[in-house]
């Protein structure tokens, strides 16, 4: 029990704080939404670009770590799109939404910060790893399944275009991307701009979890309860065992294991809904996911935490 009180609950009390700011009309809709965009289009991005332009590229991008995670997530949206289509008669659209629920992880609100508070704040090399290929790699999957689906009988290169478009325009990729060219190329950041992106950096994920709670009140589990149990089990259950299992086959090393399980193990984030607002199909699914799943790693994210080394 020690665990969940000095490692996860600060991380949801924190959520919580915006939650009933909300709910008690403290701060509006409007205000949580500005609050979403200073952290997902400024201060993550500057975490995301100063964690990757300083990673240790050779020793924290471990093929058996990116292998172990990615092969849990790909198969949680296999399983999500199957699912749909089989035991719930979703439409194929739908499917492409609710495989992306089971694939999206909160890698970033939830994972980081439970990492950091379990295992300290030199034990991320590998949830950067993880975190740098995240985006790319599930709007990747998402948008390319989606559009393939929607445009039966279309090119190629128009479904290509579209991807590639959709993916560059996020500004979590282009923190990414930007944060490899600075580590690749050797040069070195600026001192007042290291000190200015260090400022940003501590307040990127107090004001996310905040914001988060702020945008969850939002969300009410209504209906489609069997689609959405199944989709919370695939996420904190299905995803950390594929992933846990593939760390020790693959003699992975108790830090990286880590790091790849606890991630795993995570809410679906809100990414999922955002990807279902854009194509307007399963949102409902979709919200409600993420909300039952964030409150769900109280419990689930406690057992991972006593099972792992």
């Not at 490692?7 to 979403?36: E, M, N």
């Not at 200073?38 to 990757?52: D, E, R, Y």
């Not at 949206?77 to 439409?91: Q, T, V």
């Not at 060219?181 to 400022?199: C, H, K, Q, Y």
């Amino acid at each position: 029990m020690q665990a969940l009180a000095d490692v996860i609950l600060p991380v949801f009390l924190v959520i919580g704080f915006g939650y009933v700011a909300r709910w008690r009309k403290l701060i509006s809709d409007a205000q949580v939404d500005g609050v979403v965009w200073f952290t997902q289009s400024f201060a993550i991005p500057c975490l995301l670009f100063v964690a990757i332009a300083r990673l240790d590229l050779g020793q924290d991008f471990d093929w058996r770590l990116l292998l172990s995670f990615y092969a849990g997530a790909l198969s949680g949206f296999i399983l999500g799109f199957a699912g749909a289509r089989i035991f719930f008669k979703r439409d194929w659209e739908d499917c492409v939404v609710i495989g992306f629920v089971a694939l999206f992880s909160n890698s970033l609100l939830l994972g980081l910060p439970i990492t950091e508070r379990a295992y300290g704040a030199d034990a991320l090399g590998a949830n950067f790893a993880i975190i740098a290929v995240h985006s790319p790699f599930c709007y990747a999957v998402g948008i390319t399944t989606m559009e393939v689906i929607r445009n039966r009988g279309g090119g190629m290169g128009e479904t290509a275009t579209r991807v590639l478009s959709a993916m560059f325009r996020n500004a979590l990729v282009i923190a990414i991307a930007l944060g490899f060219a600075v580590n690749l190329s050797g040069l070195p950041i600026p001192g007042v701009a290291n000190d200015a992106l260090d400022m940003m950096v501590r307040a990127a994920l107090p004001a996310a979890l905040f914001s988060l709670g702020g945008v969850l009140y939002r969300y009410r589990p209504e209906g489609d309860l069997r689609t959405i149990g199944f989709l919370v089990a695939l996420s904190l259950v299905v995803h950390p065992l594929i992933t846990y299992g593939l760390a020790r086959g693959f003699g992975l090393s108790t830090e990286a294991m880590r790091s790849a399980v606890v991630t795993a193990a995570m809410a679906p984030g809100v990414n999922a809904y955002v990807f279902a607002n854009i194509y307007g199909r399963a949102k409902r699914v979709a919200a409600s996911s993420v909300l039952i799943g964030t409150a769900g790693v109280i419990v689930t994210g406690w057992v991972w935490l006593q099972i792992l080394p």
